[in-house]
């Protein structure tokens, strides 16, 4: 065995292990827009609010279907040694690509109305803050209690007397503006946004790199598969 064969296996390997891993990578995120989905009534009684959040429900849903069909097609690809199933990896993956840029693209001119949208969203939802027991009202405790921050802008969001438990430290029995923290939620948000926004533009430059490698290795293995079967064609094993 050579060393061209034995890169091409230990290529498709690869190959094969990173699409496995990109399909479950896909499902989780299929999974998560669909749960987006079916829960955004629950959490938003204002419509027009959470059309950005829907959005981006959809774009998960969407980009989940995408993955899930590109690396089920890579593994086949990896698996079958097949010129063109292998082609149309590379295809697919090249426009996963050019959907990636074409979204940071539309982010970045719409970034203005989809945050003010999300902050609408976000203030609509503390002030129907009722009692604690509904999916809305546990989302903003679990927001409040993990950020340490009370309200939007601060406790003066809440038009009622009595604030959340998860306002006050070591949420007591009642919650008063006295007690209460008096940052809002807003800034802890932006604060967390920012301190991870490195950390985001680290994953995204990897994940751009994995992909590009993915293609590379597809190229390399369909090239490999079209060598070998003009090699066959031109150089039969045996003659008549």
């Known amino acids: 065995m050579g060393f061209q064969a034995v ?16 399909l479950l990578a896909g ?46 097609v890579g593994c086949l690809g990896a698996c079958l040694q097949n010129h063109h199933i292998l082609a149309c990896y590379f295809v697919l ?8 840029i074409a979204i940071g693209i539309l982010y970045a001119v ?19 803050y009722s009692d604690g027991s509904s999916s809305e009202d546990i989302a903003v405790d679990a927001v409040q209690t993990l950020l340490k921050c009370c309200g939007y802008e601060g406790p003066s969001d809440y038009t009622g007397v009595g604030l959340p438990k998860s306002c006050c430290e ?30 985001v533009i680290i994953v995204v430059c990897a994940v751009l790199l994995l992909e590009m490698t993915t293609m590379l290795a597809a190229c390399y293995l369909r090239r490999r598969e079209l060598s070998d079967i003009d090699f066959v064609i031109s150089d039969p094993p045996y003659s008549i």
Not at 7 to 16: E, T
């Open 110 to 128: 719409k970034k203005k109305p989809i945050e003010r949208q999300i902050e609408d969203y976000i203030k609509d939802t503390v002030e129907s």
């Open 27 to 72: 499902g989780v995120l299929l999974g998560c827009g669909a749960y987006v989905k079916i829960s955004i009534e629950d959490f938003v009684k204002n419509a027009s609010s959470a059309e950005a959040v829907e959005v981006v429900a959809y774009m998960l849903i969407g980009m989940g279907c995408l993955v899930v069909v590109l690396s089920f």
């Open 170 to 199: 070591g949420e007591p029995i009642t919650c008063v503006i006295a007690n209460a923290r008096t940052n809002g939620c807003k800034k802890e948000i932006e604060k967390l946004i920012s301190s991870q926004s490195v950390l």
């Open 7 to 22: 890169l091409a296996g230990a290529i498709r390997v690869i190959l094969f292990g990173l699409n496995f891993c990109t």
């Open 93 to 100: 993956m090249l426009m996963l690509i050019l959907l990636e």
